[in-house]
T-cell receptor, first 114, second 111 residues
């Protein structure tokens, strides 16, 4: 069974540009989460999808971030326009159920905004 | 607001030592606690998941305990090896279903 995959593994963009990150969860996992780690800080929650619906987006930093999960399969996270403080590692995780179920993480996308 | 703290922030030990990593959290209303390992430039590997009703979980040389009432968890690594060198993260899951992470303990095991 394939794990959670993320693309690209690394992205370097200039301030003001747009970047789209992709996450493919484990097949059959309805729950998909985005997290990020900025330099020197702990990993923080961004949002949670249940199938194609946003269950919790309380961690999204501002309206420059847009997440979608059309069809309830893969998800994209778009940053537009990117700012320097958006640099960090963006992780995606998936789970087959809520609360007591384990979350499985992807390798992350390292985003560098220059 | 849930806060998760890990002590120590870094640890360097010789191979063969038994060691304990600590994790504390401020709100005891959790569903479970997960311990992860992160290697440099890599993703998170789940090591152990302890449900709130459990006291401990074991996997190989790893043993994690949970004392929910006191807001503490420990990860015990027996007979450490250089391959255990990594950053260890604990994360708690509360009633909002998101994981709240600590800042991690960076472990180095030297031969």
């Amino acid at each position: 069974e394939a794990g959670v995959t993320q693309f690209p593994s690394h992205s370097v963009i200039e301030k003001g540009q747009t970047v789209t990150l992709r996450c493919d969860p484990i097949s059959g996992h309805d729950n998909l989460y985005w997290y990020r780690r900025v330099m020197g800080k702990e990993i923080k929650f961004l949002l949670h999808f249940v199938k194609e619906s946003k269950q919790d987006e309380s961690g999204m930093p501002n309206n420059r971030f847009l997440a979608e999960r059309t069809g309830g399969t893969y998800s994209t996270l778009k940053v537009q326009p990117a700012e320097l403080e958006d640099s960090g590692v963006y992780f995606c995780a998936s789970s087959s159920g809520l609360f007591s179920y384990e979350q499985y993480f992807g390798p992350g996308t390292r985003l560098t905004v220059t | 607001k849930q806060e998760v703290t890990q002590i120590p922030a870094a640890l360097s030990v010789p191979e063969g030592e038994n060691l304990v990593l600590n994790c504390s959290f401020t709100d005891s209303a959790i569903y479970n606690l997960q311990w992860f390992r992160q290697d440099p430039g890599k993703g998170l590997t789940s090591l152990l998941l302890i449900q709130s009703s459990q006291r401990e979980q074991t996997s190989g040389r790893l043993n994690a305990s949970l004392d929910k009432s006191s807001g503490r968890s420990t990860l015990y690594i027996a007979a450490s090896q250089p391959g255990d060198s990594a950053t260890y993260l604990c994360a708690v899951r509360g009633n909002t279903d998101k994981l709240i992470f600590g800042t991690g303990t960076r472990l180095q095991v030297f031969p």
